[in-house]
């Protein structure tokens, strides 16, 4: 899994306005409880139910009461990649779940998003974990037409995509590391944390991302070092 813990940052931390996230997975198995694709533990997420459904969650676990809104979507297909995805729209309510770039759920929820956990990819906290592959991992803090997930699923999405926070796209070979394309945690305008060209190394600010596979619990660790992130925010990296 993939975790990222920002503090105080309102683009990533808080998810109050809109977004989208999306990846690719390939999955083996389902098993007998959820598994977690992309996922907030508090406030959204995709998962693959017990039974071999997609599933969309958007809401606010962290509430009394709770508003959590659950949508199912179709069967999931093994041994196949498929394209997930899923918007939230701070101003209209609507929320929509993807598979293979066509809409095949919707509904409208209005809870404000709470801040409680990092986001998850391939597990929920280290459980839940997806039997299968998972590539391409975006998230945005707007939300995305119907036209531009389906136009997009099959492009590279270039480094400075309007609203794009977060983009892994597992390029990095063998090894227990990988560099994300684009680590933008509220960062100044201009900031590119791969830097340019090639890729790697020290960003517009003199950060560096890096992402280490641990053996030991299965988490994929991101760690950034060599430079001041904001002067206006402070962020938490495990």
């Known amino acids: 899994r993939a975790w990222i813990v920002g503090s105080s940052s309102p683009t990533l931390a808080t998810h109050t306005q809109s977004m989208t996230v999306e990846a690719w997975v390939r999955v083996d198995s389902f098993g007998s409880a959820n598994r977690h694709v992309v996922f907030r533990g508090d406030a959204w997420g995709i998962i693959i139910t017990p039974s071999g459904l997609w599933q969309f969650q958007i ?37 929509v779940g993807y598979i293979n770039g066509v809409a095949v759920a919707s509904a409208t929820q209005n809870a404000t998003l709470p801040v409680t956990y990092p986001i998850d990819v391939g597990s929920f906290n280290g459980a839940g974990r997806v039997d299968g592959r998972i590539d391409e991992v975006k998230v945005w803090n707007v939300a995305r037409s119907a036209a531009e997930v389906l136009t997009d699923m099959h492009s590279y999405t270039p480094r400075d995509a309007s609203g794009l926070l977060v983009h892994y796209d597992f390029n990095d070979g063998s090894g227990t590391t990988v560099q994300p394309v684009v680590l933008n945690l509220g960062l100044p305008s201009g900031y590119n944390p791969g830097g340019g060209g090639g890729g790697g190394g020290g960003g517009g600010m003199g950060a560096t991302p890096v992402a280490t596979y641990n053996s030991t619990s299965g988490d994929l660790e991101i760690s950034v070092s060599g430079g001041q992130l904001s002067s206006s925010a402070t962020y938490t990296f495990k």
């Open 59 to 95: 809401g606010n676990y962290a509430s009394s009461p709770w508003t959590f809104t659950f949508l199912n979507g179709p069967a999931v297909v093994a041994n196949e990649w498929t394209h997930v995805a899923m918007t939230g729209n701070s101003s209209t309510g609507a929320f």
